[in-house]
């Protein structure tokens, strides 16, 4: 956040809004069974997101230490995608509550992405039809979102984990590449 803002980006209106409403409405007025179950819900999107990063190249023209950057990331949410579950699933969190969680978040999730988003690309001055192409072109790279449906049905699946997708050695694989991996 301190280097948007040393770049002249203004992300405090944002950020307020979204801890507001976040933490200061849903978070304080919600049962500690359904905060973990939306940490849950999110943890698996991001661990979707890891996954898909990892198998397209829709990174392949960012800067090399953006690109570095994000797909460590991506090999970092892999690795504790479970952690989370098996917290949830171990003090009693039931099925519903899990879809409860992902209800719960996943609109608010893309909500949240599209308004920040926004904010940001306003803030660069690009014009509506800059703007457009852009999304047309991630779309065609397999960047655009549709994916998180699938994710987010697999998800509410009686009997979901999320180590049945293994994809563990994805992760372990680029960190080899980079010489990131020991032992």
Request: charged letters at 25%.
């Amino acid at each position: 956040f301190d280097l948007l803002r040393e770049h002249g980006y203004e992300i405090d209106n944002f950020l307020n809004e979204y801890r507001h409403f976040a933490y200061e409405n849903i978070e304080s007025r919600s049962p500690p069974i359904l905060c973990l179950s939306a940490t849950v819900a999110l943890e698996h999107l991001t661990a979707v997101m890891a996954h898909h990063a990892l198998t397209h190249n829709h990174l392949d023209n960012a800067h090399p230490v953006m690109r570095d950057l994000i797909m460590w990331h991506a090999c970092e949410e892999i690795e504790h995608k479970s952690v989370a579950f098996d917290v949830f699933t171990s003090v009693g969190g039931s099925w519903l509550t899990r879809v409860a969680g992902m209800t719960l978040v996943f609109p608010l999730l893309l909500w949240f992405w599209d308004r920040a988003a926004t904010d940001l690309l306003a803030q660069d001055k690009l014009s509506d039809e800059a703007l457009a192409a852009d999304r047309k072109k991630m779309e065609s790279l397999g960047a655009g979102r549709r994916y998180l449906i699938g994710a987010v049905l697999n998800y509410i699946r009686p009997g979901f984990h999320p180590d049945q997708v293994d994809d563990y050695p994805l992760a372990a694989a680029w960190l080899t590449e980079k010489g990131r991996l020991e032992g």
